[in-house]
């Protein structure tokens, strides 16, 4: 089992940053993949970024790209969301999620994925 738990979140000024973090228990967390996850009011939840378990492969939804950067520490079993230049779209409840790693194809749908954390609220005002 494995008990994610995420920080950071807050309300941003449009153009401005946060770093969310999702710290990680249980499970050996090295071996997982790592994804990040929103929902906004009214839609279902999408796929934002993920990253491998080596962390030698990062992957983001195109509308965040050259935005956000994924990363994580293995040492510390924390995996970290780097925000920039935030929009009001960014608006969103931000859900970590943890999946074992069933083939080598990187998993970008939540059915993909095993654990999650609570959320963590970013709302960004224009």
């Known amino acids: 089992q494995v008990q994610l738990a995420e920080s950071g979140g807050g309300l941003v000024q449009a153009g401005g940053s946060l770093r969310l973090s999702c710290a990680a228990s249980g499970r050996t967390f090295s071996s997982l993949y790592m994804g990040w996850f929103r929902q906004a009011p009214g839609k279902e939840r999408e796929f934002v970024a993920g990253?491998?378990?080596?962390?030698?492969?990062?992957y983001y939804t195109d509308s965040v790209k050259g935005r956000f950067t994924i990363s994580r520490d293995n040492a510390k079993n924390t995996v970290y969301l780097q925000m920039n230049s935030l929009k009001p779209e960014d608006t969103a409840v931000y859900y970590c999620?943890?999946?074992?790693?069933?083939?080598?194809?990187?998993?970008?749908?939540?059915?993909?994925?095993?654990?999650w954390g609570q959320g963590t609220q970013v709302t960004v005002s224009s």
């Open positions: 990253i491998r378990a080596s962390a030698a492969n990062t």
């Open positions: 999620a943890a999946a074992r790693v069933r083939s080598v194809s990187f998993p970008r749908n939540s059915n993909g994925y095993d654990y």
